[in-house]
């Protein structure tokens, strides 16, 4: 499955040459993307889940090939075997990831690995954003460039152009620090031909690489560096101001349950009022439709509440931040640590967590004790 960028899209940007060396290509079987070499003394690259995943069968490349070049515009020409170390491919979360290990030459001149991109995980709005891969219909490594323009369900919202294409390339700050991989982030399989159909595109925000490292139990920091590792330490949890992401928020007359859909199909329920007043303030965007309509959508899961709000379950005394859109939780281990982080009042406004709906959330490491 080769992937095609737009002939209007392909303008080259300015981007060091320090830079551009951190860029790959990246080959897994049939499937062509681009990737970021994250760590030189290890060997790590970042890129998409899908180009390592195929989309159709989910099965798993076992190695990759990884080309790399000296400048914006050249052609790789150096190749070496990229080992799969991690890879997710979900599309009911839209998280697209994978982790390659550079592993031994294959073919061309040999590549001196001296760049590497650090990672920044609070980007902002009006940010600069520098996409470069190798997008295929191309010649050489390709740079656009554009802002971004907000944070919404684990991805970064951006005017950079992002289509069929540079899937896993990554994206840079104004400082040339990592903060995103352009990815295909919403899919449709159509109910008559089995076919996947893409809807849309963006950059998967690293802030939810990172949790998902995290909460499956491997410590990102193995595989890529933070451009100031004191601001995110155990200490602080990072809470992205995200959009939920809904299409429409909606319900029908046969009963109160309150749905967000979602691009490509897909709907989720709000538990309770009490989560959905965490993201809204009143009832007044949701719409109702019929029984029918509804039932196009399909029910992919619960909507958590909004990060930042601090949560625990009527059967556990533990209380917990939640830092993202898809309820990646933080335990806050002792009360000094929820007062220095949260205030005097802190206890005040901790939500009660039915234990039905406490497996939409996904623990992820503690935060550090207070003192």
């Known amino acids: 499955m080769f992937l095609s960028w737009p002939g209007n899209a392909g303008a080259v940007g300015v981007l060091p040459a320090s830079v551009a060396r951190s860029a790959a290509l990246v080959i897994c079987e049939d499937r062509q993307g681009s990737g970021v070499v994250t760590d030189i003394e290890r060997g790590f690259v970042l890129t998409n889940g899908h180009v390592v995943i195929d989309p159709a069968n989910g099965s798993r490349a076992e190695t990759c090939q990884l080309g790399f070049v000296q400048e914006v515009g050249d052609t790789p020409v150096s190749f070496y075997q990229g080992d799969v170390e991690m890879a997710i491919f979900d599309p009911v979360t839209d998280l697209d990831f994978a982790v390659l290990r550079i592993m031994h030459h294959l073919s061309g001149p040999p590549f001196v690995f001296s760049s590497y991109v650090k990672v920044n995980a609070f980007a902002s709005v009006e940010d600069a954003v520098t996409v470069f891969g190798f997008p295929s219909g191309q010649t050489g490594l390709t740079v656009t460039e554009g802002s971004v323009t907000g944070f919404s369900r684990g ?137 029918s309509d509804l039932a196009r959508y399909r029910l992919i899961g619960a909507v958590t509440y909004r990060p930042g709000s601090l949560v625990k379950i009527i059967s556990d005394p533990k209380v917990y931040v939640v830092i993202d859109s898809f309820g990646t939780l933080r335990w806050i281990p002792d009360e000094i640590r929820a007062r220095e982080l949260f205030g005097e009042g802190w206890i005040g406004t901790v939500h009660d967590v039915p234990d039905a709906f406490f497996p939409a959330y996904e623990v992820s490491l503690p935060l550090s004790g207070g003192g």
Do not use: K
């Open 155 to 291: 991805t970064v919202l951006t005017d950079v152009p992002i289509t069929a294409g540079f899937s896993g390339a990554p994206a840079t700050d104004g400082q040339h620090r990592l903060i995103g991989l352009a990815t295909r982030v919403r899919y449709v399989i159509d109910a008559e031909s089995g076919e996947e159909g893409i809807l849309d595109y963006g950059l998967g925000d690293i802030l939810s690489l990172i949790n998902w490292t995290d909460g499956a139990g491997a410590d990102h920091r193995t595989f890529m560096h933070h451009d100031d590792d004191r601001l995110f330490s155990s200490s602080e949890p990072v809470i992205r101001d995200e959009q939920l992401g809904c299409s429409y928020l909606v319900r029908t007359a046969a009963s109160p349950a309150v749905y967000c859909l979602l691009t490509g199909d897909r709907r989720l329920v709000f538990p309770d009022e009490r989560t959905f007043f965490s993201w809204f303030p009143d009832y007044s965007e949701v719409l109702y439709i019929s029984d």
